[in-house]
């Protein structure tokens, strides 16, 4: 029999529009009104950082990208930079622009699928169409340089893996053109319909006072007023001497982290112009490397960080004197996005509403299970 | 000047603090005096920010070396505070750790989550925890999975099998060697015929 008052538990997911990968939240329902929120995770475990401490420097090299599908590169840059801090390996400068580049193409990508989830979560079909094609074409130009797609395996330790294709850097600038005539597309179809805006505006909202705190980063802090990013505040690579802005926004719902995601793309391109304009034309792109089985990491500890497109990605490597990392621990963004921020923020919203909270929070569940 | 004279050494006056190449603050402490420490470090010294806890198993020595991995905006400052835990478990056959860890997660409640993948992963016992339960793993008798001595490669042997068809699986290693030595044989021979 119906009781009124009574609560309905379901699981959403693991299957579900609002993320790359699977993981579940358990709701507590009072009609359609969230009253409690549970993260599981557990479906996509892999054990990666298990699998790093048994495998040599460029064994291991090849399955850090796969820590999280919308954005290998800046595990990559992590892996490759914690190890040339610990074996005291210096880049050349080229190597160090390309790397730069392949960070903020891989930033566009991941920014164009978001578009596409959160497109996807709301019932605007075009959009998800529009973004995950436009993002093929980066994708393209990820294959000639780097052979994969997806997971490009490029940036090395002491290095990258390639130098860059003859009318590489002509064929971004050409593709960056087009982005830039495609961003008022978007706007029409989806930053400002009518449709995301009304559910968008006041739903999903972060606390501003406590974000800081509670370790939340990328542009979730960002569109809760606080001009915070790791390329900024500890610069790594080249973006120190780069020119641009970091987008903010205070109202810190999911329309304006969507806001502040359109202004990231503009200023990736930004990024990308200045680095085609500045890329050494000569030079070495990689320091060779000793043999994997020759190729010995002092004892040491470090901890490096990356602005992914989600937020920070940060990784702890320490080092045992032997060819293999005693331990490699992996913090993305979502360890705390899709945990203790993604419970709190779904208490009182809508059913409706979870897929497009978590799209908005940039929660990647392959990350937190590594 | 820099920011431990400034800051950290007035305030902290008996503790040592140390620096890396890459500018980060390290300092040693137990777990008798962690909670206190680190939540001063947090209300007094500006970590606002519990970034992750990392932990590594040193067998050898044994222990588990964790890393409270603080950082302060205000500052631009990342500060280890760092933990030498005993490995060793209890004989109850619960695979946790003698030694008990103080949870931090009445300051952060991030830690929760952190904690529980300690707790599970490397069989740290936290204490002072409101929700331990398991995280990634489902129903785990075994050995906690990220320390040292647990055997991959005897938990795989014990728990799967191979895939129908795979049972002459050989060593990529032997195979690449026998293919060397086939080209080499033929090769020799070849030269042996133009001579």
């Not at chain 1, 800081?212 to 979730?220: C, D, F, H, M, R």
């Not at chain 2, 409270?68 to 760092?82: A, D, E, G």
Request: charged share 25%.
């Amino acid at each position: 029999m119906y009781k009124s008052n009574q609560l309905v538990k379901i699981f959403h997911g693991p299957q579900h529009p609002g993320i790359t990968g699977n993981m579940s939240v358990e709701l507590d329902l009072d009609a359609e009104t969230i009253v409690n929120a549970t993260t599981h995770v557990g479906y996509l475990h892999r054990g990666f950082e298990k699998l790093v401490e048994r495998r040599t420097i460029p064994q291991a090299f090849t399955i850090v990208c796969r820590i999280c599908v919308p954005a290998p590169a800046p595990n990559e840059a992590n892996f490759a930079r914690g190890i040339e801090n610990l074996a005291g390996i210096e880049i050349p400068e080229k190597a160090s622009w390309i790397r730069t580049m392949v960070l903020e193409m891989q930033r566009i990508t991941a920014q164009f699928l978001w578009m596409a989830g959160q497109g996807g979560s709301l019932g605007l079909y075009v959009n998800p169409q529009w973004a995950v094609a436009d993002r093929d074409f980066m994708l393209d130009l990820f294959e000639e340089l780097t052979g994969g797609r997806v997971y490009h395996m490029y940036i090395y330790p002491g290095g990258v893996r390639r130098d860059l294709p003859d009318g590489f850097l002509d064929k971004l600038s050409a593709l960056l053109d087009y982005y830039e005539t495609r961003l008022p597309e978007y706007d029409r179809v989806f930053f400002n319909n009518a449709v995301f805006k009304k559910r968008a505006i006041g739903a999903g909202i972060v606390d501003p006072s406590t974000a800081l705190k509670y370790g939340i980063t990328g542009p979730v802090l960002r569109a809760a007023g606080y001009q915070k990013d790791v390329r900024k505040y500890a610069p790594y690579e080249k973006y120190s001497e780069l020119e641009f802005d970091i987008p903010t926004a205070t109202e810190s719902d999911v329309y304006a982290r969507a806001m502040v995601r359109r202004e990231e793309l503009v200023q990736s391109f930004r990024i990308l112009r200045q680095i085609i304009q500045r890329m050494p034309k000569t030079g070495d792109y990689q320091v060779k490397l000793k043999n994997h089985h020759q190729f010995k990491i002092p004892t040491g500890e470090t901890w490096v960080r990356t602005e992914s497109a989600r937020g920070e990605f940060a990784y702890y490597m320490a080092s045992d004197g032997s060819e293999y990392l005693r331990r490699m621990q992996v913090k993305g963004p979502s360890m705390v996005h899709a945990m203790s921020l993604l419970e709190t923020v779904l208490k009182g919203a809508q059913l409706a509403d979870v897929a497009m909270i978590m799209n908005s929070l940039g929660t990647c569940p392959p990350e937190i299970e590594r | 000047m820099s920011f431990i004279d400034t800051d950290l050494q007035p305030r902290f006056p008996n503790r040592e603090f140390t620096v890396d190449a890459q500018g980060i603050i390290k300092t040693e402490t137990n777990t008798a005096e962690l909670l206190g420490l680190i939540s001063r470090f947090h209300n007094e010294s500006g970590f606002e920010l519990l970034d992750t806890i990392s932990c590594t198993d040193w067998i050898e020595e044994g222990v588990l070396h964790l890393n409270y991995i603080l950082y302060s905006y205000q500052h631009n400052q990342t500060l280890f505070v760092k933990v030498k835990l005993p490995r060793e478990l209890k004989e109850d056959g619960t695979k946790r750790t003698v030694a008990e860890l103080p949870s931090v997660s009445s300051i952060w409640p991030q830690a929760e989550d952190f904690e529980r993948e300690l707790w599970e992963m490397f069989g740290v016992n936290v204490v002072g925890h409101n929700d331990l339960r398991e995280f990634f793993l489902e129903d785990w008798q075994d050995l906690p999975p990220n320390r040292r001595d647990f055997d991959t490669l005897k938990f795989v042997n014990d728990h799967f099998e191979f895939r129908v068809g795979r049972e002459d699986a050989k060593s990529v290693a032997e195979e690449r060697k026998r293919l060397k030595e086939l080209r080499d044989m033929e090769k020799a021979k070849l030269s042996g015929e133009t001579e």
